[in-house]
């Protein structure tokens, strides 16, 4: 049986387990579910699925609702950037239920929230992320020091859910983070891209021409996101288009 079967299965196991031992609890506020929902209650579902803003279709930053017919080359925060990804699609904004949820991901406890999440966002915005024509999808990579520390990798997680809806490979091989680079939330917003520059590198498992799918949980400024398709595009990959589960204020 392949390495990456097993694991989804042994995780399914495990996911199995924990619902006969606490059956009928949501996910994130462990509220009692009624026998006909699954995995998150009501009121957490909306408020981790509602975007009620207008999006940017280069960048996924919020804009005024009357701005998206002016956006054919970007919004003011990106209008000047030079970006080595296509797209970026986003579950919502970086505020309320949602940054609890993704605050909640970076401990070592929360890899099966992690997936879970993976699976909502997948069924959530099910036509989009298959409007996107990616063929492959890739995790952005920790440092191997800080996926010590951590004891897993949200991004991954995250991607897991999303393949197993939208049945796409994922390549943990094809990037690499080459730099165990300081956290981007502790430098200025004109500091990340430096923080950032050369922490990866794109394999030579890249497939030439591969339409890639890059996952992360936030995005800010777009420095990380653009370092890692760039390292993709350098090592082979036609394109990247980029889906974060929220995004933050620049």
């Not at 030079?82 to 929360?110: D, N």
């Amino acid at each position: 049986m392949p390495r990456t079967h097993l694991s989804s299965t042994l995780r399914e196991l495990g996911r199995g387990f924990v619902r006969l031992l606490y059956p009928g609890l949501c996910s994130v506020c462990q509220a009692p579910l009624p026998p006909e929902q699954d995995r998150f209650c009501t009121s957490c579902r909306a408020a981790l699925t509602n975007d009620p803003f207008s999006t940017c279709p280069r960048c996924a930053a919020t804009v005024g609702p009357h701005a998206l017919a002016s956006l054919k080359d970007g919004c003011t925060q990106c209008a000047s950037q030079s970006f080595r990804f296509e797209r970026v699609l986003r579950l919502g904004p970086y505020e309320g239920l949602l940054r609890e949820v993704i605050l909640r991901l970076k401990h070592l406890t929360s890899d099966g929230l992690a997936e879970l999440m993976g699976e909502l966002w997948a069924e959530h915005l099910d036509a989009k992320l298959r409007d996107l024509r990616a063929g492959v999808i890739v995790p952005v990579p920790l440092h191997w020091r800080r996926r010590l520390e951590r004891g897993y990798n949200q991004s991954l997680a995250l991607t897991r859910g999303l393949a197993a809806r939208l049945k796409l490979p994922i390549r943990t091989s094809w990037l690499r983070r080459i730099r165990n680079t300081p956290m981007q939330t502790e430098q200025t917003p004109s500091a990340r891209q430096a923080n950032v520059r050369g922490a990866f590198q794109g394999t030579g498992k890249v497939s030439r021409g591969a339409s890639v799918l890059l996952v992360d949980d936030v995005m800010t400024t777009s420095a990380t996101v653009n370092e890692a398709a760039a390292a993709l595009r350098t090592a082979g990959a036609g394109r990247v288009v980029v889906a974060v589960l929220a995004r933050a204020r620049g």
